[in-house]
């Protein structure tokens, strides 16, 4: 059972478009949503993250829009590049402790 | 500045063998963790040690056991190895009660 649901498994964006990719819960006691990077045969890093009490952060390219009743978030990538080509994940944190739940990932590709 | 460390990088075991994944990380984290990550399953917590001396079970610790040796260390042991532990293992470490893991490179097993 996937406490995070992530959609879409994969995208195809062109250079210079925008990749959306949403995140979805359930469990109202998550209290930390990141977003990590991963490209392949690396660890994934941390991008962005976001607190439940704010809508939206912003980091360069990068933002996070965050929907508190509808429990919902979704990373907003502009003038998406070949170089942003990476799996994104998607997280939660338990209000308790620091454990993460993860999405199953999407895999971006940027075609130039 | 290595960040977290995981040896080794690359494993093929033969059903039934045993083995010790090995991490360690030098930014004086509280808390590490060891993830498996599966195709379109996203990465899935084995187990965690939110300080040192103390560790806990996560969402699959079936035929994974864990040993936090030191602030610095923590690793994964398979017993008796199986098909199914096939997988990429990733390490992370975090301060505690705060976001933001940091992950290592990741061991690729093939059990067969």
């Known amino acids: 059972q996937q406490q995070v649901k992530q959609s879409p498994q994969s995208l195809i964006v062109q250079k210079g478009g925008i990749s959306i990719i949403n995140c979805a819960y359930e469990n109202t006691a998550f209290d930390y949503f990141p977003w990590y990077q991963q490209f392949p045969g690396k660890g994934p890093a941390l991008l962005i993250a976001?607190?439940?009490?704010?809508s939206e952060k912003k980091e360069g390219r990068f933002t996070i829009s965050f929907n508190k009743s509808a429990k919902q978030f979704s990373l907003h990538i502009m003038d998406s590049q070949p170089g942003d080509s990476a799996t994104y994940f998607c997280a939660a944190r338990m209000e308790y402790g620091n454990k993460l739940v993860f999405g199953a990932g999407t895999i971006l590709r940027v075609k130039s | 500045n290595a960040g977290v460390t995981q040896t080794p990088k690359f494993q093929v075991l033969k059903t039934g063998q045993s083995m010790t994944l090995q991490c360690a990380q030098d930014m004086n984290h509280n808390s590490m963790y060891w993830y498996r990550q599966d195709p379109g399953m996203g990465l899935r917590l084995i187990y965690y040690s939110a300080s040192e001396g103390t560790t806990d079970k996560g969402e699959v610790p079936n035929g994974y056991n864990v040993s936090r040796l030191n602030k610095r260390e923590f690793s994964l042991r398979l017993e008796s190895a199986a098909p199914s532990q096939t997988s990429v293992y990733f390490c992370a470490s975090s301060y505690t009660n705060r976001g933001g893991y940091t992950f290592g490179s990741g061991t690729r097993l093939t059990v067969v």
């Open positions: 976001i607190r439940p009490d704010v």
